[in-house]
C-alpha cells in the first residue's frame, strides 16, 4: 500500500525561528517524486518544494528546504525565518511512475507573531 | 494564466439533489484529477482522467461520476447527494513529460460542497 505519514497534526513556530515538520511514506518503487504543498486559509493548494528520488541532492527554494532521506523513506520540510504568511496546512505526498499522487493527512502551522 | 478553473466555489444541496461539478485547465495538461479533503484525511484521490475520453477509479470513487469532456474540462457528478459527501472537492491537472508541469499538480481554488 502507498501511504504518507504526517505525525505532527498540529506545529507553532515563533516569526523569524527555523520550523521542521515531518514526513515519512513507504514505497517499494525506486523512481518516485515527493512534494510538499502549502494550503493557506484561502484553500489554495500552492507547490512549495519537488524532489526527485534519483537526485541526491536536497531541494531548496528560497527560505523553504528538505532533508530527503531515501533509505529511511524521510522527507521533511525545514521553513527558516519563518514569517507570518507561512502560517498553513503544509501536505507531503509523493508520485510513483503512474497517475496517482499520494497524500499525507496534513500538519497545521501557527506563526506566532 | 487562469490555471485550473472550478465552479461553483460553494454549493448547499439537500440529500437526494443532484449536481455537477465543472474544472477546467488551460495549461494544455493530459492529466485530470478530482480530490476530496475532509479534516483529518488530507486529500483522497476520486477520479482521474490520464488523457481526453479515458476515466479511472480513485480511492474514494463511491457516489461520483466523472466526464472527460474533452482535454480542457473534467467534471464530477453527485447522481444522489448524501451528508457524507459534505466535503470540500478539488480538481487538479498535470502536464505531460517532459514539460515542467509534467510531475507537479495544479489545483483548483476548490469548491465547499454541503449536503444537508
Known amino acids: 500500500a502507498q501511504t504518507v505519514t504526517q505525525s505532527q497534526p498540529e506545529m507553532s513556530v515563533q516569526e523569524a525561528e527555523t520550523v521542521t515538520l515531518s514526513c515519512t511514506y513507504d514505497?517499494?518503487?525506486?523512481?518516485?517524486?515527493l512534494f510538499w504543498y502549502k494550503q493557506p486559509p484561502s484553500r489554495q493548494m500552492i507547490l512549495v518544494i519537488r524532489q526527485e528520488a534519483y537526485k541526491q541532492q536536497n531541494a531548496t527554494e528560497n527560505r523553504f528546504s528538505v532533508n530527503f532521506q531515501k533509505a529511511a523513506k524521510s522527507f521533511s520540510l525545514k521553513i527558516s525565518d519563518s514569517q507570518l504568511g507561512d502560517a498553513a496546512m503544509y501536505f507531503c505526498?509523493?508520485?510513483?511512475?503512474?497517475?496517482?499522487?499520494?497524500f499525507g493527512t496534513g500538519t497545521s502551522l501557527t506563526v506566532i507573531p | 494564466n487562469a490555471g485550473v478553473t472550478q465552479t461553483p466555489k460553494f454549493q448547499v444541496l439537500k440529500t437526494g439533489q443532484s449536481m455537477t461539478l465543472q474544472c477546467a485547465q488551460d495549461m494544455n495538461h493530459n492529466s485530470m484529477y478530482w480530490y476530496r479533503q475532509d479534516p483529518g484525511m488530507g486529500l483522497r484521490l476520486i477520479y482521474y482522467s490520464a488523457s481526453e475520453g479515458t476515466t479511472d477509479k480513485g480511492e474514494v470513487p463511491n457516489g461520483y461520476n466523472v466526464s472527460r469532456l474533452n482535454k480542457r474540462e473534467f467534471s464530477l457528478r453527485l447522481e444522489s447527494a448524501a451528508p457524507s459527501q459534505t466535503s470540500v472537492y478539488f480538481c487538479?491537472?498535470?502536464?505531460?513529460?517532459?514539460?515542467?508541469?509534467?510531475?507537479?499538480?495544479?489545483f483548483g481554488a476548490g469548491s465547499r460542497l454541503t449536503v444537508l
Open positions: 514505497t517499494s518503487e525506486s523512481d518516485y517524486y
Open positions: 487538479a491537472s498535470r502536464g505531460a513529460p517532459p514539460g515542467p508541469g509534467a510531475n507537479v499538480l495544479t
Open positions: 505526498a509523493y508520485r510513483v511512475t503512474g497517475n496517482q499522487f499520494y
